[in-house]
């Protein structure tokens, strides 16, 4: 519970400082290979680590990856290329095999669908 009010309290200073500085942030939506909750859980912690990365969000039902960053310390190419890397697509960027290959069997974009 502490977690999810953490959560809503950046989400919220968020936007708070999106609209503030509005030129400070940029969002981004990929289309992706995202297909479960742990591929969710995957790509929100690995990629939320990243230089310039401020918040995920990644859609399951959309299957794609929001991001809001910072231009200024990363660019889309080059978020688009860390996706990738986690093991995932990133719209035409298709995913890193080694990445991809290391993923838990169900994430993969060989299993079929499945629901958590
Ligand atoms: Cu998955």
């Known amino acids: 519970m502490k977690k999810v009010i953490g959560v ?7 936007t708070l400082g999106a609209s503030a500085q509005k030129h400070k942030t940029d ?4 289309a992706s290979s995202v297909k479960c909750g742990m591929c969710k859980k995957t790509v929100e912690s690995n990629l939320g680590k990243e230089k310039g ?3 995920v969000n990644v859609d399951l039902k959309d299957h794609t990856i929001n991001v ?13 290329d860390k996706i990738s ?4 697509d990133a719209d035409e960027v298709v995913a890193d095999q080694k990445a991809h290959d290391a993923l838990p069997g169900c994430c993969q974009k060989t299993a079929k669908a499945h629901k958590d």
């Open 68 to 80: 809001v960053y910072n231009p200024k310390k990363v660019s889309k190419d080059e978020l688009k």
């Open 53 to 55: 990365v401020q918040a």
């Open 85 to 88: 890397k986690i093991g995932y």
């Open 8 to 14: 809503l309290t950046l989400v919220l200073a968020l």
């Open 27 to 30: 969002e981004v939506s990929f």
